[in-house]
């Protein structure tokens, strides 16, 4: 017999990943070749400044490179857990309609169908693979295959921007670390809008992105959303942006929209 194929999920900012193997494996190279006395292990950079090779290149390129296995084994076998999670912050009844902005190769979108009997999940995307690695629309759908969803599951092609849905059509809608890849804030607070514009009156957004919190919160309030709470660990997520020097500060987000 053959080993059932199983869902696949793909690698998140595979770019990235691969972006800080590299470079790792540069400076642990350049380090051990300093160690091996195979290049100078101090090197002046001119005006009296000098570099010493090894307590400088050995400590970031380890990071680097635990940096891009932590994201790499992450993407590839935590996801599951971190599905659950953030499925797991609403009570579902079963009924709702639900949507995934940003739902890639199905993760979150699959989950939520999971919990649906009479609901249906909706999905869209714009497909960019340099998001997550083999993102196609066709994708989703094979994934809800395997999962055993597919009646309860649809995706879109479309701008998180531009909702293709009419306005209080949802009663939960989620998104999974994709809202940040909107480089401006004018971007980022559109699709925040367009989620609260779908939204029925008393639904849930859960949100969860690794920055631009404050500017979700206040685009929330600001278009009928008045009840916003962070719900991980705020220590949590400033020991990573220490540890990230400011660039991650991940955290989960749930809006309400008011019942009139």
Not at 3 to 30: F, K, S
Not at 81 to 101: A, N, P, T, Y
Not at 182 to 188: G, P, V
Not at 218 to 240: N, Q, Y
């Amino acid at each position: 017999m053959g080993i059932a194929e199983r869902p696949n999920y793909g690698i998140d900012a595979p770019g990235v990943v691969r972006n800080l193997a590299v470079t790792g494996a540069v400076l642990l190279l350049v380090a051990v070749s300093a160690l091996g006395s195979l290049i100078p292990r101090v090197v002046s950079l001119g005006s009296g400044v000098r570099l010493a090779i090894v307590p400088s290149f050995l400590p970031a390129g380890l990071a680097l490179c635990a940096t891009a296995c932590w994201m790499y084994f992450g993407s590839k076998y935590g996801k599951i857990s971190e599905r659950e999670k953030l499925v797991g912050r609403i009570e579902w009844k079963g009924d709702e309609q639900v949507l995934d902005v940003g739902c890639g190769r199905g993760l979150i979108l699959i989950g939520a169908a999971r919990k649906l009997t009479t609901g249906r999940a909706f999905g869209v995307d714009i497909w960019q693979s340099v998001d997550l690695s083999g993102n196609q629309p066709d994708v989703p759908l094979k994934n809800a295959a395997l999962e055993r969803v597919a009646d309860r599951v649809a995706v879109n092609t479309a701008d998180m921007r531009r909702l293709p849905f009419a306005e209080k059509t949802f009663d939960v809608v989620l998104s999974r670390a994709a809202i940040h890849n909107l480089y401006s804030a004018q971007d980022r607070e559109a699709a925040i809008r367009e989620i609260a514009r779908v939204l029925k009156p008393g639904g849930r957004a859960v949100i969860n992105d690794i920055r631009h919190h404050h500017e979700y919160r206040r685009t929330f309030e600001a278009s009928g959303c008045p009840d916003v709470t962070l719900l991980d660990s705020r220590i949590a997520s400033m020991i990573c942006a220490l540890f990230t020097l400011g660039s991650l500060r991940p955290n989960t987000m749930l809006a309400r929209r008011a019942e009139r």
